[in-house]
């Protein structure tokens, strides 16, 4: 079964750093890009970061440019995020997300979801 | 940046009728657009991509048309696990990478 599981979610207070993960299997995971794409309560879906198969291109979203680091490692089949000096805008739940398209750098849809980990940034 | 536009923002529709989802690009996107489907609690899940073709599993009720800057998503006959919230999403490869449209509710009348 393709699944992709997250964690690494919690309650941090404004300025402080946490770390995602993302771990995947049933598929070959170093064939695919991945991001990840964000939920604040209620709302609606914020793409966050993209990064491609080998790791070597990444890009993000204005919002959390310059605060925010994707990376992977193909041999742990893992996926991580690196937030630093979070707000409370980055309040939301997390999900990863595997591109339909092998081994490109280009953007495309995301067939497998995982079902999401919880950031709360809060006083 | 482009922005993605949906339209309504809430469908009121009777089980086995038609349903017809819009969304519109600020630009151009080519034939890069996605729809998905979430369900409360759940994460989305992939419907259509390339504007027209059903991921794997989907059901043919679901189709996807458009291409550039008006697309739409048509459930032809609506089931009642077809009640949930439907994104589209452009990825034409231009800052930023990815956008979505702000959603429609698709609910039962």
């Known amino acids: 079964e393709v699944q992709l599981v997250e964690s690494g979610g919690g309650v941090v207070r404004p300025g402080e750093s946490l770390r995602l993960s993302c771990v995947a299997s049933g598929f070959i995971f170093d064939d695919f890009g991945l991001s990840w794409v964000r939920q604040a309560p209620g709302k609606g879906l914020e793409w966050v970061a993209d990064?491609?198969?080998?790791?070597?291109?990444?890009n993000y979203a204005d919002s959390v440019k310059g605060r925010f680091t994707v990376s992977r490692d193909n041999a742990k089949n893992s996926l991580f995020l690196e937030m630093n000096g979070l707000g409370v805008e980055d309040t939301a739940l997390y999900y990863c997300?595997?591109?339909?398209?092998?081994?490109?750098?280009?953007?495309?849809?995301?067939?497998?979801w995982g079902q999401g980990t919880m950031v709360t940034v809060s006083s | 940046e482009i922005v993605m536009t949906q339209s309504p923002a809430t469908l009121s529709v009777s089980p086995g009728e038609r349903a017809t989802l819009s969304c519109r690009a600020s630009q151009s996107v080519s034939s890069k657009l996605a729809w998905y489907q979430q369900k409360p609690g759940q994460a989305p899940r992939l419907l259509i991509y390339g504007a027209s073709t059903r991921a794997t599993g989907i059901p043919a009720r679901f189709s996807g048309s458009g291409s550039g800057t008006e697309f739409t998503l048509t459930i032809s006959s609506l089931q009642s696990e077809d009640f949930a919230v439907y994104y589209c999403?452009?990825?034409?490869?231009?800052?930023?990478?990815?956008?979505f449209g702000q959603g429609t509710k698709l609910e039962i009348k």
């Open positions: 997300a595997k591109k339909n398209l092998m081994t490109s750098v280009a953007p495309a849809a995301f067939d497998v």
């Open positions: 990064i491609n198969w080998s790791g070597g291109t990444f």
């Open positions: 999403q452009q990825y034409e490869n231009r800052p930023p990478l990815y956008t």
